[in-house]
């Protein structure tokens, strides 16, 4: 896959020192730093192999994996590399292809590391027992593209989370018409794999630096935060060229950049509230669950309000959260400064009975790890909650697909 040196967007953001970043992941034993993880153990026969739900939409979905540098900036987790790299996955709408297979929801060398490098973060996955890798997706590697004019959806994943993470509702937002790209924020992603090395990496495969909550880390929290504006940023800027993206053929001339929406979880859904605030061109956002503030840096200060929350929007912004969420306080006094500060162009809600991943594929997922007893039903209520995924599902995906039909008109 080409090189992709497109362009540039003039963000300066605040970076942590090499020493805290190493540090952290030191602590990561058996796994190195984050830029070169040793193999992992093969997965078993007896190993779980999980199924997520298929779109539904009349759209069959193809995705393109695209690989960008951005020149203008360094990365901000690791001192040694001089540029910035991403990695997207692109759904769309696509024609039927006869006797294709779906791609896998994570890369092979991703999955092999994946339940590995979970097992330390907030999620706590299990890092024996599934076969991360085998769990399939519902759209087609490469597809052909079908023509139209799709709208635009740029989405960021949660804090520690591979964009992989948010496959279900990529794919139902394109099977319904939209092209969705899926971001991972190398250094902050579990793990992301590249199409190759560089002469600054050495490994196809980067894991996170984060251990634990990244909120509960301040200064972590504030790279984690500027990092991703200025990736989301940068992809936005570059889908105005995207006939220099590596594309299936007619896809690039089908966006319409007149209808881009942007939408995250977490951390990511903090990110793209800020770039609703500061992209012109991003007409709609939604927030599932990110804090807007920056938490203080000595206990007992008082936290920093985002751009977005101290001003506010004159875009629909969407604040979607869950009824379990335990940090709910916390996140309920930026979400009430944005509202606050926005009048009618803010709206918010809460999914029942559910819990911070709801928002993800960990929905689908995480009963199944219960099920085949990998998980308790006590650990799955603090990840997801105990509503059903055939509830949670439909009703995440029919309210953030209803939210952008309205916005992002005619679509």
Known sequence: MTDHYLGTFPVSRRTVTRSAVLGLAAAFAGLGTGATPVAADGPTAADLVLDLPAPTGRHRVGQQPVYLVDPSRPDPWEADYPVRELM??????????????????????????????????PLQLPAAGVDWGSTLSHSDLG????????????????????????????????????????????????????????????GRVRTTVLRGDPRDQPSLFRTMIDARIADLHFVLAQLGRASELPLPEGLADSLDL?????????AGGSAVTEV?????EVRAGINLEGYLDYPPALPGGTPEAFPVAASGVDRPLFLLGSSGFDREQELDRSWAEVARNSGRWVRSARIADANHWVFTDCAAVIPQLQIAGLMTAAQRDALVGAVDPAVSVPEVRRAVRQFFARHLATW
Do not use: I
Request: with cysteine; hydrophobic share 45%; charged share 15%.
């Open 88 to 121: 997207l996955t692109v759904f769309y709408p696509a024609r039927d292809v006869a006797g294709s297979v779906p791609a896998p929801q994570l890369p092979k060398l991703a999955a092999s590391l994946f339940g590995r490098v979970m097992q330390f973060s």
């Open 143 to 202: 597809a052909p593209a079908l023509p139209g004019r799709w709208p635009v959806l740029v989405y960021s994943p949660g804090g520690g989370d591979p964009r992989g993470l948010g496959t279900c509702l990529a794919e139902e937002l394109a099977s319904h018409g939209a092209v969705v790209v899926t971001v991972d924020h190398p250094g902050d992603a579990a793990v992301v794999e590249f199409p190759g090395v560089t002469a600054f990496r050495s």
């Open 258 to 266: 007149r209808r881009v929406g942007v939408y995250g979880h977490s």
């Open 276 to 280: 609703l605030f500061e992209n012109r």
